[in-house]
């Protein structure tokens, strides 16, 4: 019987040939500069800097996990046609959770280096930071948890119906999360999964920084308690039915 470590292993050695690692690296390194060359000479507070960079990071994580996730689903699509994942009738669950554990592994050194990278230029290159490291690592934790949802959204997405709604879905998904940051946001946003990194980022360090929202507005509790039903119950039903599925048909 297949192991997961074992499973494990061989998704990882599918991705030594492929942009997966490179782009997980790279988007952090890119984002942390950008960011720290502009703050640089920005005239911001540096409470300002830091919610500014650390939100534009919720967002834009909907089109980033689209995008790997697609890219995971198209490389077993172009393996055979998905029969590395369905080759092994008996053992579908722990298959589909490899893959899902490859993805979140990935996603988490991701996200923990765009935010230490950042909270380690900004506080000891610029010099701006007093919110401290572990206010980053607390950070880089939120992102995460909030958007685990989104992995396994995306994941049945792409298997099912193709990178491209996939990618579509993500990038409407970043939009609205952009949105929801505004006034439009309040008391919404926490039925809506695509706005859970930015806006439960957003709360955290306007608490970190000492001014803590009344729980009335910042609706943190109802969040975070939504965020991990929908994301066990998501857990569930997606491998209910990736027992079921039989791959998808060439054209889709």
Not at 56 to 80: D, R
Request: proline share 4%; glycine share 10%; aromatic share 12%.
């Amino acid at each position: 019987m297949a192991s997961i470590l074992g499973l494990f292993r061989a998704d990882l050695l599918k991705t030594r040939r492929t942009p997966f690692l490179l782009l997980h690296l790279l988007a952090p390194l890119i984002a942390a500069t950008v960011f720290l060359a502009y703050y640089a000479y920005s005239p911001w507070s540096a409470t300002d800097k830091v919610q500014a960079y650390l939100q534009v990071l919720g967002c834009a994580l909907p089109t980033l996990i689209a995008l790997v996730c697609s890219m995971s689903a198209e490389q077993e699509a172009l393996a055979g046609h998905f029969q590395g994942l369905l080759a092994l009738p008996a053992q579908r669950i722990k298959v589909y959770a490899s893959k899902l554990l490859l993805l979140l592994i990935y996603g988490l050194g991701a996200i923990l280096l765009a935010v230490l990278l950042f909270g380690i230029g900004f506080r000891e290159v610029l010099g701006q930071d007093g919110l401290g490291m572990a206010f980053y690592w607390s950070g880089a934790g939120i992102l995460f948890g909030s958007s685990t949802f989104l992995y396994l959204l995306h994941s049945f997405v792409s298997l099912r119906f193709g990178r491209g709604p996939s990618i579509g879905t993500g990038i409407v998904g970043s939009l609205i999360a952009a949105l929801l940051l505004t006034g439009l946001g309040e008391r919404l946003w926490v039925y809506v999964p695509f706005a859970w990194g930015a806006r439960l980022i957003s709360i955290w360090t306007v608490h970190a920084a000492g001014t803590p929202l009344p729980l009335t507005v910042s609706q943190a509790n109802t969040g975070i308690t939504v965020c991990i039903l929908a994301t066990l119950t998501a857990a569930v039903l997606s491998c209910l039915w990736f027992r079921r599925w039989e791959g998808r048909s060439a054209d889709a």
